[in-house]
């Protein structure tokens, strides 16, 4: 799958000139692409702030410049007024003492103000009442592009400044900001990948206690991926996480997924400690993450999903689902689905499925569909929805999968049933997508990966 280089995608957020031609073709990939979207996003907030940094500073200088017969044009930048951060606001005293000294370095710990700065800092830590209130829940409609952490009274602790995109998307927020009982004890952290000040910068992982103290962190840093031969030298960056408890050891583990913004991502599994215990690495990028409990044994599965790119080159790429087992991730290992990075194969794949495609849809939108997680989940069945998009129109099949991952139901949407009417009275297609028929062979391009060749019924990937 082909992804804008940053530089390119630096350009398109600054709406230069010089990806005007472009400007079409990237924006139709920014909407279906979760990662080429948040470097966007990230850049314009970026942009933003540079620009009221750079007004700022020039209406302070030019009130103490003499007036003249002439004028100086200075340059600026066009942003549209989207996904805007709003400005940090520190609520307890330890986190205005805190911000104060990150912000001002120079100043808090220079001679007298340093003193007064770091006798502060100890009373906050002795005096109870200075600490900010613990971590008891989490408020994401709190405000337009705020998100409020609780105390146990339901007083704000803590605000924490979001790209409203996230608030909007509440099937994916949990697995961008939560709070976990880190070691069992009661209190709660702050687990995230957004960025929560005063740390810059999100796609990291970070655990905050309530001092806003870093606990452990996870930061992306350049890593060489090889595919087939070819280089891949980006850092990736983390976005979706879950938690889960070791049922052998007790701990509390996390899984958080990455990609490098092209084809190359990654599943992490680290210990309550920040230890790295293993990597799973796949050749295409992830829309999905998340838990299931499957079968009658009671155990949480994995399950992840998005497109196969390996035969980018070759064919169009494929849209997946597969499920794995957590605790499975070992060491650096790859998906039997997409070999060629080198590693050893995946013990940890229990399925990998190839999901069906609409052929007329995808034709009409020029892309593969995105599978997500149907937001009517339970904790049994499997249910998954193809999305396409057209525009600013979405349009999805809702699958459902049995407990051996039988696909045994496919339900059309109100758009796609239009569309597909609309093009049977064309002549374009011979069935309306409520025919039995029409869906049968739909759910009959499913198909099921063994590890080492494709097949049409289900079957569970076996170690090769």
């Known amino acids: 799958m082909w992804h804008p280089d940053d530089h390119t995608l630096h350009l398109f957020a600054a709406r ?16 279906t692409c979760t990662g080429c979207r948040e470097t966007v996003t990230r850049l314009e907030n970026e942009l933003r702030t540079f620009e009221a940094h750079l007004d700022h500073s020039i209406g302070s200088r030019l009130a103490v410049i003499p007036k003249s017969n002439s004028s100086v044009a200075f340059p600026t930048i066009s942003i549209p007024p989207t996904r805007k951060y709003p400005a940090y606001s520190p609520l307890g005293l330890w986190q205005r003492a805190a911000a104060f000294a990150v912000r001002h370095p120079a100043i808090s710990f220079s001679s007298t103000i340093g003193a007064l700065t770091s006798l502060l800092l100890i009373l906050s830590l002795v005096y109870p009442g200075a600490r900010s209130a613990k971590f008891s829940s989490i408020n ?29 998307k509440l099937d994916v927020f949990s697995h961008r900001l939560n709070l976990i009982d880190l070691r069992g004890d009661g209190s709660k952290v702050i687990i995230t990948t957004l960025p929560v000040p005063p740390f810059a910068g999100g796609n990291v992982l970070r655990v905050i206690d309530d001092n806003l103290s ?5 930061d992306p840093h350049n890593e060489i991926v090889h595919f087939n031969e070819r280089v891949y030298d980006r850092p990736f960056r983390l976005r979706y996480f879950v938690t889960l408890q070791n049922p052998k050891t007790g701990s509390l583990e996390t899984f958080v997924e990455g990609t490098n913004t092209n084809s190359p991502s990654k599943i992490v599994r680290i210990n309550d400690s920040g230890q790295i215990l293993g990597e799973y690495y796949h050749f295409g990028q992830f829309s999905i993450l998340d838990t299931l409990t499957l079968g009658v044994h009671g155990k949480s599965s994995l399950i992840i999903g998005g497109t196969n790119d390996v035969n980018e080159n070759i064919s169009s790429p494929f849209s997946f689902v ?9 060491g650096k290992s790859e998906s039997q689905a997409t070999r060629g990075f080198g ?6 794949e229990q399925y990998y499925l190839r999901l069906p495609e609409n052929k007329e849809i995808s034709e009409i939108s020029g892309q593969n569909p995105i599978p997500i997680f149907d937001t009517s989940r339970n904790d049994s069945v499997l249910r998954i929805a193809l999305r396409y998009s057209i525009g600013d129109q ?3 099949f809702h699958l459902a999968f049995g407990p051996d991952l039988k696909l045994n139901s496919i339900n059309p949407t109100s758009p796609v049933i239009s569309l597909l009417k609309s093009l049977r009275e064309r002549g374009t297609v011979k069935y309306l ?3 039995w028929i029409y869906l049968e062979n739909m759910r009959k391009k499913t198909e099921y990966f063994d590890g080492r060749a494709w097949a049409r019924t289900p079957t569970r990937v076996l170690s090769h």
């Open 394 to 396: 979405f349009y999805s």
């Open 322 to 330: 597969a499920v794995l087992d957590p605790f499975g991730i070992e």
């Open 16 to 31: 230069a000139p010089e990806v005007a031609s472009m400007r079409d073709q990237i924006e139709r990939h920014v909407h």
């Open 343 to 348: 590693f050893p194969a995946s013990h940890a």
């Open 214 to 218: 870093i606990v452990w962190s996870l």
């Open 140 to 168: 994401p409609n709190s405000g337009s592009s705020t998100i409020e952490i609780l105390d146990s009274k339901n007083e704000v602790s803590l605000k924490i400044p979001t790209n409203k995109d996230v608030l909007d």
């Open 433 to 435: 997508a409520t025919d």
